[in-house]
Nanobody
Framework: QVQLVESGGGSVQAGGSLRLSCAASGRTFSNNAMGWFRQAPGKEREFVAAISGNSATYYGDSVKGRFTISRDNAKNTVYLEMDSLKPEDTAVYYC??????????????????WGQGTQVTVSS
């Protein structure tokens, strides 16, 4: 059974930083795309960042320059470093992995496995 388990969420003041981790088990994702999405109350889930099998990265416009996605294949783990956080970053953050694709995607439909989500709250 494949599982993605996020950790590192919490509450922080605007301008602060958090680092999310997503540990995968049940299969290796070292040659597959992984990513992060988020969903704020009353809004649709939106793309945050993704990393390909060869560690190419891509970011949503709202987080570009502030967030950094990375991966440690030896640990089967993907990270999201979030700096200069804003109140509008408040959301549940979901880790995701593709069982099929090497190349990253901004579309939810290209990902097969999802974590349970971790809450990030940024206060002003």
């Amino acid at each position: 059974q494949v599982q993605l388990v996020e950790s590192g969420g919490g509450s922080v003041q605007a301008g602060g930083s958090l680092r999310l981790s997503c540990a995968a088990s049940g299969r290796t994702f070292s040659n597959n795309a992984m990513g992060w999405f988020r969903q704020a109350p009353g809004k649709e889930r939106e793309f945050v960042a993704a990393i390909s099998g060869n560690s190419a990265t891509y970011y949503g416009d709202s987080v570009k320059g502030r967030f950094t996605i990375s991966r440690d294949n030896a640990k089967n783990t993907v990270y999201l470093e979030m700096d200069s956080l804003k109140p509008e970053d408040t959301a549940v953050y979901y880790c995701t992995g593709s069982g099929r694709n090497y190349y990253l995607s901004t579309s939810e439909r290209q990902y097969d496995y999802w974590g349970q989500g971790t809450q990030v709250t940024v206060s002003s």
